[in-house]
């Protein structure tokens, strides 16, 4: 077998490291260069003792199946004893008609290679670590013979890719997880948040800063970009992501602008922080779509959806004690709360201090503060731009 042959699957398995439906396109093409009329791809969870087929090519669901009830004996056929090196396995023949394989005394042959019409069948373990096995089967029918030096060959070549690009796809999808869960905190943000690239372009709006867009006069949203509808102001906003995107990690004298945004229509500014990803902590383990900047905005005329009943169940607040503290996040006095409330204003305060003692501040900074970053937002949908 031409090694040159083999070549051309390495970038194929690379590319399913980090694109898992890859992997049945890798698994085809192992089975096409061994000459296999089929052939998987196994994985087994150790913490859940869970083992199934990930990839398959000339299998159908039936065989797949039934396949996967035997691969509590072949993993143990695989793994060839306590001393196992998959970083140093090949390939090995299981079965095959002669009775001189590994698996001459097992059952297997009879359950399911026989009613399956399968006469040979080898492969490899290429993984195991504290968390998980891997594995690599192929098969051929009754009509062929076993598999040629040349053959056996390619399988042996291409084993310790498979061992580094399980290992890939392992942290991405450990990465993905932890982005995701990172995600679904920046959409329930009170605060609204908008991640941009180097280039100014916005990658993500999360539902608060949406609500922003939509409701401020002096915001506007123009196919996916968020636009100001004053000229100089977005000038000097899109010149501060540009020159926020390029700030070194380790400059951290310089991390953050703060700019207001005015429109006559408006009471008070629009306040924008823009500060690089790197140097706030809520974006700081984030790595989404080439994202530098994050740009934080709160309207202070916009009624924050914060739960009441979130506040009532974490700091077992009283629901009057929770609808002060939201309203004393959305910028009114202890005043404006008691006349709404048509309470006196030393009521609202006694209730303040039990909204201080509950949630553990001193001050109406660290309350808003904590409401504000918390995860007590109404959940909204999110925005990808």
């Known amino acids: 077998m031409d090694r040159r042959r083999s070549a051309h699957i390495v970038p194929e398995i690379y590319e399913a490291s980090i694109d898992p439906a890859h992997w049945d396109y890798v698994v085809s093409m192992i089975a096409k260069l061994t000459k296999s009329e089929s052939a998987c791809l196994y994985y087994r969870n150790k913490a859940t003792d869970i083992a199934n087929t990930i990839a398959n090519y000339g299998l159908n669901g039936d065989q797949i199946a039934s396949f996967d009830n035997h691969l509590d004996t072949l993993d143990e056929l695989l793994s060839a004893g306590d001393n196992f090196n998959p970083e140093e396995a090949g390939f090995m023949l299981l079965y095959s008609p002669d009775g001189s394989s590994k698996s001459a005394e097992s059952s297997i ?18 993984v195991d670590t504290e968390t998980h096995k891997a594995g690599l089967m192929i098969l051929r029918g009754k009509k062929d013979d076993g598999w040629s030096e040349g053959e056996i060959r390619v399988i042996d070549e291409i084993l310790p890719h498979l061992n580094r690009a399980l290992k890939i796809h392992s942290e991405f999808t450990h990465l993905r997880l932890k982005q995701d869960a990172l995600l679904k905190g920046l959409d329930r943000l009170v605060i609204g948040l908008i991640l941009y690239d180097r280039n100014a372009r916005p990658v993500y709006i999360n539902p608060t800063a949406r609500t922003i867009i939509e409701t401020h006069p002096a915001l506007e949203m123009h196919k996916g970009d968020l636009l100001l509808v004053n000229a100089e102001d977005e000038r000097n906003l899109r010149k501060t992501i540009i020159e926020t995107a390029e700030i070194d990690p380790e400059d951290s004298w310089r991390q953050s602008v703060a700019i207001g945004i005015t429109h006559p229509d408006a009471e008070l500014p629009l306040p924008l922080l823009v500060t690089p990803m790197h140097a706030h902590l809520i974006t700081t383990d984030l790595d989404y779509e080439g994202a530098r900047v994050a740009v934080f905005l709160s309207d202070p005329n916009l009624q924050q959806p914060i739960s009441i009943d979130s506040l009532v169940s974490v700091y077992h607040l009283t629901p009057s004690e929770a609808q002060v503290a939201i309203s004393l996040a ?56």
């Open 109 to 126: 042959n009879e359950t399911w290679m026989k009613p399956n019409n399968f006469r040979f069948m080898g492969g490899a373990q290429f």
């Open 330 to 385: 959305n910028g009114h006095s202890i005043d404006q709360i008691a006349l709404k409330s048509n309470h006196s204003a030393h009521t609202i305060r006694s209730q303040l201090k039990s909204v201080f003692r509950k949630t553990g501040v001193s001050r109406q900074s660290e309350l808003i503060k904590l409401l504000l970053t918390g995860p007590f937002a109404q959940r909204r949908r999110s925005i990808a731009v």
